[in-house]
């Protein structure tokens, strides 16, 4: 059973960084893409970006291009979220999620809160 766990979240001020982690366990983690996703209260999920299952090719939603960047370490099982020059707007449940094809996301995880104070 493939398990996705992500962490790192918190309450930041504005203008701060984060990192957020993802841990994908029972699967393939190197065969996946992966994605992440966030959802503020009262709003839809909203995608952030994808990365390619070896890492060579990424995708960004505009909301974070130039701030956030996304990486993996396929010896470790881990994907990574780089948050930079955070704004209130950010404010959100950040999910990441693996996809065996490009069908759709397979696996997601339960989410890591992050706030940003202005």
């Known amino acids: 059973q493939v398990q996705v766990v992500e962490s790192g979240g918190g309450l930041v001020q504005a203008g701060d960084s984060l990192r957020l982690s993802c841990v994908v366990s029972?699967?393939?983690?190197?065969?996946?893409?992966m994605g992440w996703f966030r959802q503020a209260p009262g709003t839809e999920r909203e995608f952030v970006g994808r990365?390619?299952?070896?890492?060579?090719?990424?995708y960004y939603a505009d909301s974070g291009k130039g701030r956030f960047t996304i990486s993996r370490d396929n010896a470790k099982n881990t994907l990574y979220l780089q948050m930079n020059n955070l704004k209130p707007d950010d404010t959100a449940t950040y999910y990441c999620?693996?996809?065996?094809?490009?069908?759709?996301?397979?696996?997601w995880g339960r989410g890591t809160q992050v706030t940003v104070s202005s």
């Open positions: 029972g699967g393939t983690f190197s065969s996946y893409a």
């Open positions: 999620a693996a996809a065996k094809s490009f069908t759709g996301y397979d696996y």
């Open positions: 990365i390619s299952s070896s890492g060579a090719n990424t």
